[in-house]
């Protein structure tokens, strides 16, 4: 490795937004301007910016101020992967493998290395240029928190911050009119906001992916809970949440509509299901939906992030690309991107947090 | 008016939950026993718990530190109409007025006027106890803002900087993905919240009951802001917005299961009827739902609950009976309870506000 | 009036920050362009930037993102008066009028109106530059809400809101700890800020400049309330209350250093006085500050500011200079700067809300 | 150990209070009786309440909806040591051992084992209880996060975030005129909230106890700032910050008056030293004082107070007393309460936060 050679390097961010995208994007650019002089330019969009060699300065100037939003100011696409990108040729879309344009685009510019800031699809194709020779850096970004080798992912405290925030105004709702109140968060594969948020805002039943859910020991808790004179019921659901095999749903929903809308989630069908189970029980189901991913980033998340993008810049000047940043038992480190790739970090269904949720009398509905 | 013979009054909540309930409920209790020396009750449940003759003494300490609590600790239903009362008589359920079962109970407790803290319907039942001489107060509750002869009702300020703060949320989604984002509110007659926190929350179409839309103008919005080089949109939609007349409706829902479940709302509609217009834009729609209803109240509906309790105990002192609180110019009044029910007060299409958001920019889709 | 010939328009902010600052500088701005084409500009430092023809244009995408934004995008000094403005002469500092230089600069740039955001003393520059013939429109601006003809302004609700979350919190530690707790909040002259958020925080006292206190009755209080089992106290102390004249004050300050360092303000006084008076009482004061004034803006704020915004702007359009738009019976409005620079609109000592504090039991110490 | 003789179980606050005890009270409780069928008593202010045979029954009912508030439901005295306990004796007050008194209470009552909540003072009696046969569980406490032995404590995360929504704030007033803002926060041994804060806000300058500040170090970093363009500056302190020897203090405060009122604090002193090196520079100084330590606890502590809580129960049910729960590497543990007395876990001028501070420009006055 020749580190005294890295004079440019460049940003993307991909994938879904994330609060602390711009505490990485911040941290990266001060680190490699202030502490080594590097030059640092920020692709827009992506990898749609790299194919498409769109990009900006980041300087100081256009980084100050930007620590405590949300959102990106590289912007993101979660679709575009240019080793299998969708282009037009002879008037017909076509996908094919444009990577080398993007490389190309590198070396023109005089790239030296490239921060590549995403989720797991992103990272491949991190990885994918790492094989083809670019100097790259892996930054771990998901708001699920569901990445393996590393502990905690920027944007999960200030999702669980929001959804906890959620469940305390539904707390009040649900107790005055005694009603079951439903709230469906994100976690599409791993229930982490969900078991997080349900445990910080009290709920009394927490569903999630890992623990497929009985919706008759789900009526069982609300009914339990009604008997001890307490008449309503907390139910956070991740998007992902599954009943077990040969459950009975009770509730249909037929859409046969040529033009079928986006129906409600798992939440309001939860609802549908329980109020067939349950009489005389008023049931309420809201979905969190984009608002736990945007907005003010919460202190946690920056400080995360920051610690992320100066670690990140670190690992160029020490030359040793290939690799993703990760938080390990509190500890900043890095792992390889090719071990990194295509697995999920889960909820462990016996795990520590499991069990002290069901310590308190958690349900997981089953 | 035999002032002097006031000992003890009741207190009741009825309909939909609304932040500042409690601080009236506070203020009521604290005026009445500081300042007057009353006795207090609250009847749980709203005019089920009159019927029932279901209540709980209300001292001091029974309202201290609520003041700042969404919910109520009374309890509420929003249904319950002891006019015309579901009863089982005889193994059969049946309909009734029931009213007089209501004004025994408050003979047989000695209670010498009563505060109904309710919307329309509440007050309804209000202005006939009255009419039938109970000595009984009104204090409006809406957190549509949308009842007549009151300026501004409680909860509809927490409201705002709820649904305030998830459009700022949004926006950092929609700039970042160049997205259209929609936020739907509350809002079934009158599309104040809309307007207000579309308003707060720079909102570039807001869509209200009382201004029917035409999609295809939604849609023109949309495309012009691409053309000046604004890649997103935030829409706040009430519930209650309905387009025009004729107005083309692409998308169509069919559910025609024997139990449907509860649809996602006019957000998700109008999101798949965009994305039918607008190619290659991807539109997201969220329903804030219960959020904003709940939770911690702010200073705003704190302050006005408590003015509104207070003018409600001097009315009781005043023997100003059959009347409602108002909020009138900034100055708290008061108004025949005959007067002010069954109607509502919408947003005026030309009115100040309307004009002041035209005036920014802002689309009402017409 | 000519009002056809309006092609430019200035804006400046004069005096201490204020959440809303930027939300009137967009609307002025929006509306400008949007709806009467006109140019606008945007004086850098106030007065300052006048004087020395410092100044940025004001354009759709300068204004945009900053709605919520706490702070004046404008930048705001709180000292200079250019009709009596320091300047070197002959390497001596001296004060003189310098306003024509400012005239000059307007004309020079082809100014034809400009609006003034600012309290009193901004103010009355502006109503002094109108008098010399400039187009001059005000924008009232103070976050002690202390402006007679307007009833509410903009950033007065963000300082309630954050002072009344601040009450929130100590409300926890006071009662853990049985203490009593104080909470300065600003407001020199006039006690809004203060009784708002006192009566929003559910403060036992609140101290104002409007109502001199006694600090044996603020102590006796404190006890009667030790008396009836609540062992903590609230009080909210606005920064400019007062004893009553003759009020022993019973702990000293003797500050004879060369270089004295600002003490702590009066809550600090008033606890060690306090201290003095209730033995075995822990009293602990707080000094809310700046945090009060900065931030994300509130809903209702930015609503404010847009109405206002938006009316300074009609009122270019219609050439009715020399006004400033106001806020009467919660509609827009506007009254001629002659009449409304010099007065502080302070709290009525007997007016309704100090009323309604009384009668949930708040002592005002008199 | 003969685990199965527990039936009752103690639990008692003490020190400060800290956001997150009432979610340990929860956990302890809810997992004491729902899993293990114990009862449960806590004890009122602490060790006081021990002492006095003070205790109220801890139910479900009774830390239903606690979850998320500040403060402790069992009070809290900063200042009672059993073992050096301040008695009246013959009309005299003398300091005596009464520990002893304390043992016979828990006998009294049948408390076989009792959960100790607190800091080091408060925990360094709990061992002393330990030693003399009491199956104590000790569960840290301490906003400040200064306990060895374990990573994180309750209430930090909480102090942060509120610390950094204050930075925000003052951020817009720090821009919009020009300022330095200071702003004290709560560390007198060590700076974790002031990096933490510090690093999340995007501080200038942090200056905490561990890192001694070199005054002129401090202007100069103003000074360098100003001359890049960034005309305004942001500094957090810890309230234990420290100069270095022989570091030029300028200011002084002498008062000498025989009542002494408590003064600001360091970040008065500091900004009146600054105003003296840095002419024409506004500097302002703000001290988060108790809001910090106050109200709504954050998800993430109330998180790690239900894991404390429910572990210090289950170190009861295995019969392993004596011993602190603590987190280790994210992991819940525990550790001899002999063993983790009497240490400050401090700030490592070169640990990785500080070097991640270091690298994105942020000066520590050295």
Redesign the interface.
């Known amino acids: 490795m020749q580190e005294q050679k890295i004079k440019k390097i460049a940003l993307l961010t991909g994938g879904?937004?994330c609060p602390g995208?711009n505490a990485v994007i911040?941290?990266v650019t001060?680190?490699a301007i202030?502490?080594y002089g590097y030059e640092v330019i920020g692709y827009i969009?992506g990898y749609r910016g790299l194919y498409n060699n769109d990009f900006i300065p980041l300087t100081?100037d256009k980084v100050?101020?930007i620590?405590?939003?949300?959102?990106?100011i590289l912007?993101?696409?979660?679709k575009d992967n240019l080793f299998d990108y969708q282009v037009e040729e002879n008037g017909e879309i076509v996908k094919k493998d444009v990577s080398d344009v993007a490389i190309e685009n590198l070396k023109k510019e005089g790239v030296d290395a490239i921060v590549v800031i995403g989720g797991d699809g992103t990272l491949t194709s991190a990885r994918d240029f790492s094989r083809k020779g670019i100097n790259v850096i892996g930054v771990p970004k998901t708001i699920d928190n569901d990445l393996p080798a590393t502990?905690v992912t920027f944007g999960f405290?200030t999702a669980?911050?929001?959804?906890?925030?959620?469940l305390?105004?539904?707390?009040?709702?649900a107790?005055?009119?005694?009603r079951v109140?439903l709230l469906e968060v994100m976690g599409r594969n791993a229930g982490w906001i969900a078991l997080?948020?349900g445990?910080?805002?009290?709920a009394d039943v927490i569903l999630i992916p890992e623990i497929p859910y009985d919706l008759h020991k789900v009526a069982e808790k609300i009914e339990m809970r009604q008997r001890?004179g307490?008449k309503f019921t907390i139910i956070v659901v991740a998007e992902g949440a599954k009943p077990k095999d040969g459950d009975v749903v009770?509730?249909?929903?037929?859409?046969?509509?040529?033009?079928?809308?986006?129906?409600?989630g798992i939440a309001?069908?939860l609802?549908?299901d329980l109020e067939?189970i349950i009489k005389n029980q008023e049931i309420?189901?809201?979905?969190?939906?984009?608002?736990q991913?945007?907005?003010?980033t919460?202190?946690?998340d920056?400080?995360l992030s920051?610690?992320y993008?100066?670690?990140a810049?670190?690992l160029i000047h020490e030359g040793k690309f290939g690799n993703m940043v990760t938080l390990k038992?509190?500890?900043?480190s890095y792992e390889a991107l090719e071990k990194v790739i295509g697995h999920t970090r889960v909820v462990e269904p016996d795990g520590?947090?499991i069990?002290?949720a069901r310590?308190?009398?958690v349900s997981f509905g089953d």
């Open positions: 879904g937004d995208l911040r941290a001060r680190t202030l502490k969009f100081l100050s101020g620590g405590h939003k949300g959102g990106t912007y993101s696409s979660n502990e405290n669980v911050e929001v959804a906890t925030e959620a305390d105004r539904l707390h009040t709702t107790e005055s009119h005694h109140m997080h948020s445990l910080a805002g009290s001890e307490k009770v509730a249909k929903v037929v859409d046969d509509s040529p033009d079928p809308i986006r129906l409600g309001n069908k609802a549908a067939k309420r189901a809201t979905i969190l939906g984009h608002i991913r945007g907005g003010i919460s202190a946690y920056r400080i920051t610690r993008g100066v670690a810049t670190e038992e509190d500890k900043i520590e947090l069990q002290t310590s308190i009398g």
